[in-house]
């Protein structure tokens, strides 16, 4: 079992940064792959950024390739998404999300995702 918070998020101008954190607590988080996921309203979630366990691999929706960036801590249990360049349709609740693999799982369903944080809020005002 992994728990996972979130935290980072708020109201940012259209073109600025923020970063986001997730905490992790639960034996087997550094030995999971997570991601960042996000709901806008009126929409349903759509996957952001995934990482492998050993924080290798990123990947990246193209929405958001090149602007924003995600890296862990293994040490530390927490996980991150640096986001720059921020829009106003990056608005949404921001999840993070950990997985029983090493792995993310790009065929299944959210990647493959298990355990879910409540989300963070971020405003992109233009």
Do not use: H
Request: one cysteine or more; glycine letters at 12%; a positive charge.
């Amino acid at each position: 079992q992994v728990q996972l918070v979130e935290s980072g998020g708020g109201l940012v101008q259209a073109g600025g940064s923020l970063r986001l954190s997730c905490a992790a607590s639960g034996r087997t988080f550094s030995t999971s792959a997570m991601a960042w996921f996000r709901q806008a309203p009126g929409k349903e979630r759509e996957f952001v950024a995934a990482i492998s366990w050993s924080g290798g691999s990123p990947y990246y929706a193209d929405s958001v390739n090149g602007r924003f960036s995600i890296w862990r801590d293994n040490s530390k249990n927490q996980g991150y998404l640096q986001m720059n360049r921020l829009k106003p349709e990056d608005t949404a609740i921001y999840y993070c999300a950990a997985s029983d693999s090493s792995s993310y799982l790009p065929g299944k369903e959210n990647y493959g995702m298990n355990y879910w944080g409540k989300g963070t809020l971020v405003t992109v005002s233009s």
